[in-house]
């Protein structure tokens, strides 16, 4: 059969990847054309339409001032699509592209499958309209999702959580390779991760250094984002020894003894790692003002939101300083607090299971797609 699949970010170039792994296991006839990146190309074994670092705009401004090249994709996306007449439309996350893509397609009479649901739950719950007129299967990866579409009448997969996948299968270098790989000495490590946009290293990184020379008995290192480029956060470590490693993400999570977290899929991966950690979000103040406005959820986080409480500590726009900060990080590099989050981060493994999420929405995927031919 013939897929195409579309994914719009680092994120959903992982788990696109694994999605066509299975497919290929599952259906040795696959056939692919998709947006997204090069673990998607080195999976697929042929480029993307369109990659996702040509995709991956973040917020009104970001949106506003890359508006043709966003047009631009829309277009292409939509040529290739007609061109390629797959068997489905498979969409992975990043929904203000996704949901359009999915009308276009529903318009022309292809089947729809999300995978990966779009946060409707956080704000512009609205949107559930869409998801119900135009997906014609819904496959969700936080427990939470279920009764959230439920209420809106509509049939969600709980297919597991494919962060889960990638952590349980991840087999690293250990701790004497990699601290021999780069160069670093035997102190305990706290791992930074701003995040995989430049405009969250703008907001976040430079709050996250302030704290590094208050911690010497640690060693700070910064995990760089795949879509990012080591001059992209030159500006913000100019007099600053801490090196930034690049593609080792599982890595430095797997020994790092405490992080400090942008908030996003991140937060979920260092706490499967077990890896006490603080989290942090910052944005422009009428961003935020705004946001407050919409989003209706009580945690910002992935690990408080599905565990429905303030497990780790979220430090939030003007929360976000330094003094907050230190304290906070102290708090978890030693003592009850750090014992206390270990134990909420066992409880959230078994919330979200072990099955593997690629293996079972492909076979979901593949069921409709014999069933109705």
Same mark, same amino acid.
């Given at each position: 059969m013939k897929y195409f699949i579309i994914a719009g970010e680092a994120s959903g170039d992982l788990h696109a990847s694994n999605l066509i792994i299975s497919l290929k296991k599952l259906d040795p006839d696959a056939d692919f054309e998709?947006?997204?990146? !090069?673990?998607?190309?080195?999976?697929?074994?042929? /480029?993307?339409?369109?990659?996702?670092?040509?995709?991956?705009?973040?917020?009104?401004? !970001?949106?506003?001032?890359?508006?043709? /090249?966003?047009?631009?994709?829309?277009?292409?996306? +939509? =040529?290739?699509?007609?061109?390629?007449?797959? !068997?489905?439309?498979?969409?992975v996350d990043y929904p203000g592209f996704n949901l359009k893509m999915a009308a276009f397609a529903k318009k022309n009479d292809f089947k729809t499958h999300y995978y990966i649901s779009p946060k409707l739950w956080a704000w512009k719950e609205w949107r559930v309209k869409k998801i119900r007129k135009y997906v014609d299967k819904l496959f969700v990866i936080l427990p939470f999702e279920i009764p959230f579409y439920n209420k809106h009448n509509i049939k969600a997969e709980y297919v597991g959580n494919p962060v889960v996948d990638a952590v349980m299968n991840y087999r690293g270098m250990g701790r004497n390779a990699f601290l021999q790989a780069f160069n670093l000495s035997n102190k305990p490590i706290i791992a930074l991760l701003p995040g995989s946009r430049k405009q969250e290293l703008k907001m976040m990184l430079p709050g996250l250094l302030s704290v590094a020379k208050q911690f010497r008995d640690y060693q700070f290192v910064i995990s760089g984002a795949p879509g990012l480029t080591k001059a992209d956060y030159e500006a913000y470590v100019q007099g600053v020894d801490i090196p930034i490693i690049f593609d080792h993400t599982y890595d430095l999570l797997q020994i790092a003894h405490s992080a400090l977290v942008t908030s996003g899929t991140a937060t979920l991966e260092t706490a499967l790692f077990k890896v006490p950690q603080v989290v942090v979000y910052k944005t422009y103040n009428w961003q935020y003002y705004l946001g407050k406005l919409f989003v209706k959820i009580?945690?910002?986080?992935?690990?408080? #939101?599905?565990?429905? +409480?303030?497990?780790?500590?979220?430090?939030?726009?003007? !929360?976000?300083?330094?003094?907050?900060?230190?304290?906070? #990080?102290?708090?978890?590099?030693?003592? =009850? =607090?750090? /014992?206390?989050l270990l134990q909420d981060y066992q409880e959230l493994s078994e919330l979200l299971g072990n099955n593997s999420a690629s293996d079972k929405t492909v076979a979901l995927i593949l069921a409709d797609l014999n069933a109705k031919g």
């Open positions: 998709f947006l997204g990146g !090069d673990l998607m190309q080195k999976a697929a074994k042929h /480029t993307p339409v369109i990659h996702y670092k040509r995709m991956a705009f973040m917020g009104f401004a !970001d949106v506003l001032m890359n508006i043709r /090249t966003i047009l631009g994709n829309f277009k292409k996306a +939509k =040529k290739a699509l007609l061109e390629y007449h797959p !068997d489905v439309v498979i969409l009580p945690y910002f986080s992935l690990v408080n #939101l599905i565990l429905n +409480k303030p497990a780790v500590t979220e430090l939030l726009q003007y !929360d976000f300083n330094p003094s907050v900060l230190k304290m906070e #990080l102290e708090s978890i590099n030693q003592g =009850k =607090k750090r /014992t206390k």
